[in-house]
């Protein structure tokens, strides 16, 4: 068994994190060939088996191999991680699974970039940024779909600069992981780790890597097509307000707006009329669109608040013009516009002795009044709340 000093935290230069939970088919494998690469490269370094319970001899093989073994109880991926990057006495982080489809042989690549400046340095295996995949290393839905449209998501909602969103070799510096104050203990550590990188502006970097297939013959792949698929897509959306609730909220108030404008002059157009239930409809869409644009303003605040998401610059500007007594009079100001159209209606009402009521005129009076009523009390509501919201941020 090779021994490995055990020296204050910061003297090493660098420290490779393989979490593991039962992988004794592979792990000595992934853990020699990580020693080799630091001792051939020079690197002054270590070898960490974050474990999460292996009950299957994968640490005695770890050990011997020449990894130091740190015990995980949590249990999840993400939580293995934490506790193995936690441990870690190198000021440079390079994490890998255990089940061979990396070849650890490739870490002084992400050494030297991290060297140069990078703060995160995330492997490539698709060919669209460099990589290679193995024929049978990836599956073809995950090869074709899957994976490259989570990373255009990735560059298009986070502006990450990556193309392998799903790659879990990488490396990053032990400081930036401290600043990113990772949230997430399952799969969702390593797309929260981007995503909170790169909204940080974070200085990233790719190297291409070549994908092999899974060494594991005895037991299936941990991934789930359907389910993880799902679960990235969940956490993008919980990681991006403006996607989740701003931009439909926007959408749905222009299709409100667009039916006003048809409704109340009892537009034509063909054979259809667009007339009092066209305002409700739109009355329907302006509604939940402004409760999805609320949603968004606090959901913002709330991730940037409790640190799930990091202080974005432009949003808090809001602030300088949003504030409790603006809210207020817009709210009031909105509240008493749809009483006062409210009054309208119930004024020909009494017109017409309490009796029935022309509904296609009548309606457009009371639709808009009863819009404005309820934006205004709901403004009121945000309004508060989300001052509340801001206690901490101020």
Known sequence: MLQIEQPAEGALELSVVIPCL???ETVGICVEKAV?????AGINGEVILADNGSTDG????????????????????????????????????????????YDFLEIPKFVQKLRSGSELVQGCRLPSGGGTIAPGAMPKLHRWWGNPMFSWLARRWFGAPIHDVYCGLRGFTKDLYRKLDQRCTGMEFATEMIIKASLSRAVISEVPITLHVDGRKTRAPHLKTFRDGWRTLRFFLMCSPRWLFLMPGMLLILMGLVGFALALPAVTIGRATFDAHT???????????????????MAKTFAITEGLLPEDPKFLSLFRFVNLERGLIFGALSFVIGCALLAVAINQWRVHNWGRLDYARTMRWVIPGTLFAAVGFQTVLFSFFISILGLRRK
Do not use: P, T, W
């Open 279 to 297: 305002l409700l409809f739109s009355s329907l869409f302006i509604l939940c669109g402004y409760q999805a644009i609320l949603f968004a303003v």
């Open 58 to 101: 994968s640490i005695e093989i770890a050990e011997r191999a020449g990894a130091r073994h740190v015990a995980v109880a949590a249990k999840g991926y993400g939580n293995a991680l934490m506790g193995g990057i936690n441990a870690a006495r190198g000021r440079f982080i390079i994490m890998g699974d255990a089940d061979d489809s």
């Open 36 to 40: 080799r690469a630091i001792r051939e």
């Open 22 to 24: 039962n992988e004794h």
